[in-house]
């Protein structure tokens, strides 16, 4: 059974989502702003990550506390946009690994085209965060799952900022086991498949090639 998607609706999410909605803000901003969102969606979908009890001698006493359990975890994001997401979330997990997936959409089908995939060689092994800043058709994001998949990786999470309805329910649709987080649901598709109202182009506006 399918599982609903997580939309943060955190304060400073919604306060960074509009800010990077806005034509206005430039690409040294943008690129921030992605950064930091990615962080917070890193934040909720490490949620789960199992902690062990440890003693630790404080200057005070010796406490009982808890660390992580040890869990690998990998960042894939889809080039070219996913990379903005990436710095973000190393600032939270300095010890995942972190794979590459590449692919353009074709214009006239919309469709995704693989280019370039080099994933750890533990990705069996590790919790795999697949990163891209817009889920529009779903077409990049689900090829992104199955290639993963077919290198024996068995816990994914898809990690979005923006997300149209049609990509939620196609991801859903071919892997209903891929938990998805995303900063914010859209209203829908147009007919060139951008994401309405969308923030435009996210590789464009963060690396400054409009």
Partial sequence: ????????????????????????????????????????????????????????????????????????????????????????MLSLLPAAKVGHIGMYRNEETLEPVEYYCKLPSDIAERDVLLL???????????????????????????????????GLAKVHEQHPDVDIYVAALDEKLNENGYIVPGLGDAGDRIFGTK
């Fill in 1 to 88: 059974m399918s599982k609903a998607p997580m939309i943060l609706d955190h304060p400073l999410v919604q306060h960074k989502v509009s800010l990077l909605r806005d034509k206005s803000t430039g690409t040294k901003e943008f690129k921030e702003l992605v950064g930091e969102i990615a962080m917070l969606l890193c934040y909720e979908a490490t949620r789960d990550l199992p902690t062990k009890e440890v003693e630790i001698e404080t200057p005070i006493a010796v406490a009982k506390s808890h660390v992580l359990a040890g869990r690998k975890l990998a960042l894939v994001p889809i080039l070219r946009a996913g990379l903005g997401m990436v710095d973000g």
């Fill in 132 to 166: 891209d800043p817009m889920l529009a058709t779903g077409g990049s994001a689900c090829d992104a799952i199955t290639q993963i998949k077919k290198r024996g990786a068995r816990s994914i999470k898809f990690l979005a900022i923006i997300a149209a309805p049609e």
